[in-house]
């Protein structure tokens, strides 16, 4: 038997015990005063006894819907009826604002959310108590695992923790995090309440690696120009301090040509990185002629090889006009690139084949195909970085600034197309530029 049911018991017990104590006190007045007014009493103790009884079943079936009122009222007539009808009014006013103020929240959860910064509520002994899909990411954290949990036994970037525990938010704190995959974070916590925290959190690796890659260019270019400007000053001092004969001077202004063309060429490349950083996407309605483009690429190549290797230069347009789209001065840099590299790195008498072909797809490609020194594959995936060299003194003793190859890879793919390297060490290198058939046609 439940415990209602036995309650429900003893109140009807009760009720029945009263109402035979009625009963016997009836009779016993009765007895007393004559047979009429002692059955008037019993039937009057009888009618207060069912009453009494079907009252407290009312009110046993409305507490029964207290209990869980989810469900529906019951329809209880009178006094009984109206209570429960009030109470299911004042319930359903209070849900509607309890659900009033979860849409809000909700709502207001959902913007957190939509920031790209992270959010984590700290209590005041410094355990989560919520943690924004952003904070997930960045900490590395659990949205439900890790709620109560004391954050710095989660999270134990050392300068976090520091900072944490320092107690001086004032500044943000900027920390690299190692848990998936590298990240650096700025992070700042702002105390509000009675000791309650709100760390925020912003992903700054962009930001982060593009500051390095600007102060590393700014050093590699400085460095770049230093050397040659040494040597100039050097040279210029032997000049104005040394009585030299004809020949010493002709050989130092020799020298002091060959380093100011390197100033020259590094200058140059700058600017046409420079330029094609700045300038929106070539048009792919301006038509160039590929066999203009290998004309002059084929005249340059030669000149810069002055016959030291085998030349082959192939054109294959199907005996019609090819045209590529685009700009004229970016495509002549990026092929006349490769061509170069290509004599600068191939030894004497080994042959280089320059060809230009259409694809399969309609597209069509360039490449230039050398005999020489060849790459490690260790170094191929950086050979576009700016200034990256896999040996430093050959390419600046032909010439090289180090940019070489960032231009090409710019180039193409600002065209849609892209750059393909193979090569085996000894045994020479192909360099491949891919065309979009977008940008392709005969005429
Ligand atoms: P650089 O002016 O030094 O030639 P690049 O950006 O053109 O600069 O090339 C980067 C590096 O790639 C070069 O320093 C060289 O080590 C390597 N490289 C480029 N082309 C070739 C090639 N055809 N054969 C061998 N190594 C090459």
New binding site residues.
Partial sequence: MDSSNSWLLSRVGARLLTASAGGLAGWWVGSQIGYPVTLCMGAATSAVLILSVMDTLKGHRLLDWLRTPEAAPPDLPGLWGEVAHRVQRVIHVKDEQIAQEQARLQEFLSAIEASPNGVLLLDAREHITWISAAAADHFGLSRQRDLQQRVTNLVRQPTFVQYLAAGDYRDAVKCQMSHGTQMVLQIQVRVYGEGLKLVLSQDITERERADTMRRDFVANVSHEIRTPLTVLNGFIETLGALPLTEVERKRVITLMTQQAERMQSLVSDLLTLAQIEGSPRPASDRWIKVDGLMQRIESDGRALSRERHPMSFVLECDGKLCEIAGIESEWLSAMG?LVS??V???PEGKAIEVRWARLPNGGAEFSVK?G????APEHIPR?TERF????GS??RETG???????IVKHVVQRHGGELRIS?EPGKG?T?TLTVPASRVRQV
């Fill in positions: 690139n590299n290509a600068r790195y191939t050398d020489g020194i060849g790459i050979l990256y060299r896999v040996d050959r390419s090289g600034t180090g940019l070489g190859l960032s090569s290198s360099f």
